[in-house]
């Protein structure tokens, strides 16, 4: 058997000092830049590995496995939620999820105020842009950002936090990103306590980081490639 904290310890090390290099490239101080482990397709055991090596925020992007995985877990970290959500899934997400990343649909950010009110801590909402002009993509076109953020800023029981994106596939993720810090900018004017920026996964996070991203979500640098189940 190989020794798998031991393995998650130097891959994790190695992915925290290119995240404090990116910041110090770009001027920031790497305490800014937060690292969510996205645990996707990986057993709760590693999860606590994890913990045991001072990770804080986990990510899923499946309803169904982060509610498992962390119902699995005693300790208290902060569950992301970063996958696409279906409306008919917005009740359970928010019995395990501390934030949520991928708000990229109007009737999502109702069903998360609706389902939210009986919620004795506030949930944490990341509102998705797309940066791709392709339709089909996850990703709320900017236009739609506002209105996004307004039915989520209306809730007491929810926090509008900031913006989330993923770079499309065919283009520099550092134009991308780019685009990305002006779209925030932008959208600060009228949310001004948006201020968190979930971008960058394993093979961008340096652009990411580079342009202003206060969240990165890296999974495949730190676990290995992900299983595939079924
Ligand atoms: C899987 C996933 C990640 C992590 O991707 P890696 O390339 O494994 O780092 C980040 N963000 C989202 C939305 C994902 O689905």
Do not use: Y
């Not at 990986?42 to 606590?48: G, K, L, M, Y």
């Not at 389902?115 to 909402?125: D, E, F, I, L, Y």
């Not at 932008?186 to 202003?212: L, N, Q, R, Y």
């Amino acid at each position: 058997m190989t020794d798998r904290r031991g393995e998650l310890a130097i891959q994790l090390e190695k992915v925290r000092g290119e995240i404090a290099a990116a910041a110090r490239a770009a001027h920031r101080q790497p305490e800014e830049i937060s690292l969510v482990v996205v645990t996707k397709n990986f057993p709760a055991s590693d999860v606590e590995h994890l913990i045991s090596l001072g990770v804080s925020d986990v990510g899923e992007n499946r309803e169904q496995e982060g509610s498992l995985k962390s119902s699995e877990i005693q300790s208290s970290i902060n569950w992301h939620f970063i996958g696409q959500l279906q409306r008919n899934k917005v009740k359970s997400v928010l019995q395990w999820a501390d934030v949520i990343h991928s708000v990229d649909r109007i009737e999502l950010a109702h069903e998360i105020v609706k389902r939210a009110a009986g919620r004795s801590q506030k949930v944490r909402v990341l509102v998705q842009v797309s940066l791709d002009s392709a339709p089909g993509r996850a990703g709320a076109p900017r236009e739609e950002l506002n209105e996004i953020a307004s039915a989520l800023a209306n809730s007491p029981m929810v926090e509008l936090s900031g913006l989330m994106a993923v770079a499309p596939l065919l283009e520099d993720p550092r134009a991308a990103f780019q685009r990305l810090q002006s779209i925030q900018a932008d959208f600060m004017s009228d949310f001004p306590e948006a201020v968190w920026c979930s971008a960058g996964m394993s093979g961008d996070f340096a652009a990411a980081i580079e342009f202003g991203a206060t969240h990165v979500r890296i999974g495949s640098s730190i676990l290995g490639s992900r299983p595939t189940f079924g």
